[in-house]
């Protein structure tokens, strides 16, 4: 299983992005996903989790501003996010696991992303 993400880039403050993650190799199984993010010094942040249904769940940092999908005929994710502020600018990372649960665990998920760059500026 490899996922790429795409569609990070700049953005002014109350700017919206969408962030996309491909998963190519898919084996036809049903995963668990996240979102997450990474600031430089600091630790990863799960973002948004989806059980193997595709409903998802959010962190209260992004609660109400980002919007997490899945499209399971084209085997992508997607990051909606929106009312962004430069808080938000980080490093960010769509993962996959099969485990049975959702998770916003970095230690759970087995299948990563390279990441991709959001910047909002004020």
């Known amino acids: 299983e490899r996922l790429v993400e795409s569609g990070g880039g700049s953005v002014q403050a109350g700017g919206s992005l969408t962030l996309s993650c491909a998963l190519s190799?898919?084996?036809?199984?049903?995963?668990?996903t996240g979102w997450f993010r990474q600031v430089p010094g600091k630790s990863l942040e799960g973002l948004a989790a989806t059980n193997r249904q595709g409903i998802a769940s959010y962190a209260d940092s992004v609660k109400g501003r980002f919007t997490m999908s899945v499209d399971d005929a084209n085997h992508r994710l997607y990051l909606q996010m929106n009312s962004l502020k430069p808080d938000d600018t980080a490093m960010y990372y769509c993962?996959?696991?099969?485990?049975?649960?959702?998770?916003?665990?970095?230690?759970?998920?087995?299948?990563w992303g390279q990441g991709t760059q959001v910047t909002v500026s004020s």
């Open positions: 190799g898919y084996t036809g199984g049903n995963y668990c």
């Open positions: 993962a996959a696991t099969d485990r049975l649960y959702p998770s916003f665990a970095r230690a759970d998920f087995n299948y």
